[in-house]
């Protein structure tokens, strides 16, 4: 096989692998079972593929410490939800962000992004379709949940234990691959709950670059002050 060939071969397996990931209907054993083999593969996978997710949401990130927030990015609390292997926390420390803490269902995704450390504390084993027990509410200024809210991972419902962790006036800013945000009607449950004071919509980047294949949708969220979400 010449030069050409392996990396026309390489391209196809990390396409196959991006895929298939789609297509495990939000199984948290089938998801863990993937991860598990994936860990060592996704990032040149997914930089083969030409993925920036994590660098918009980071930058996203600075964008609103800037603009609104009054502590230094060196003092901001930044919870990273579905942390993988530490691509959002890579980009946040390039930024000047220090105080990050991370989750993710998968415990070999999550043993990446500690050996990354650029993070105070990962966390694996952690269902973001469930309640998040282990994270106290009001807790952070910015939760970050990037290349999660896709085919196949997690329902949008997990926005309000997000507005839950995060601190009243404090930032969500979450990723929605486009064909994902038109599956599970992510804008319904948005407006549910902004309805219900759980969260206000910031600010929407549509159609903006993601991975080679599909654009996504970047969103900033902003918990109100009087935010209703229950007590955790
Ligand atoms: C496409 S990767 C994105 C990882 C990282 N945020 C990034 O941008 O590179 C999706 C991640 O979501 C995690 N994941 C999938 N389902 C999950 C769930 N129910 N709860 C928490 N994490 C989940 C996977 O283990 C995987 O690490």
Redesign the pocket.
């Known amino acids: 096989m010449n030069t050409l060939d392996q990396r026309t071969a390489l391209e196809q397996a990390a396409q196959k692998r991006i895929k298939d ?1 789609h297509a495990l209907d ?1 199984d ?1 054993g089938r ?2 079972h993937f ?1 598990r083999g994936w860990a060592s593969s ?1 990032d040149l996978d ?1 930089g083969r593929e030409g ?1 920036c ?2 660098t918009v949401v980071a930058e996203l990130a600075g964008a609103v410490q800037t603009a609104y927030l009054a502590n230094d990015r060196a003092a901001i609390a930044i919870l ?6 530490g ?2 926390g890579a980009q946040l420390k390039r930024l000047g962000f220090q105080l990050l803490d991370g ?4 415990e070999e ?1 999550a043993g990446k992004a500690r050996k990354t450390r650029v993070y105070r504390h990962v966390q694996g084993d ?4 469930g309640p998040l027990s282990d994270y106290c509410s009001a807790t952070y200024d910015i939760t970050i ?4 809210f ?1 085919l196949g ?2 329902r949008p419902v997990a926005l309000r234990e997000l507005a839950r962790v995060t601190r009243p006036n404090g930032f969500i800013i979450a990723s929605t691959r486009k064909s994902y945000a038109e599956a599970t009607s992510f804008e319904d449950e948005v407006r549910r709950l902004q309805d219900a004071g759980v969260l206000v919509t910031a600010q929407c980047l549509n159609d903006g670059k993601y991975i080679a294949e599909e654009g996504a949708h970047y969103w900033v969220f902003q918990v109100p002050h009087r935010a209703s979400a229950p007590a955790g």
């Open positions: 990931s939000g948290v998801l863990a991860y996704y997914v993925y997710g994590p990273d939800a579905g942390c993988g292997t691509l959002v989750f993710d269902l998968s995704m952690v269902d973001l379709n949940c990037c290349g999660v896709t991972h997690v």
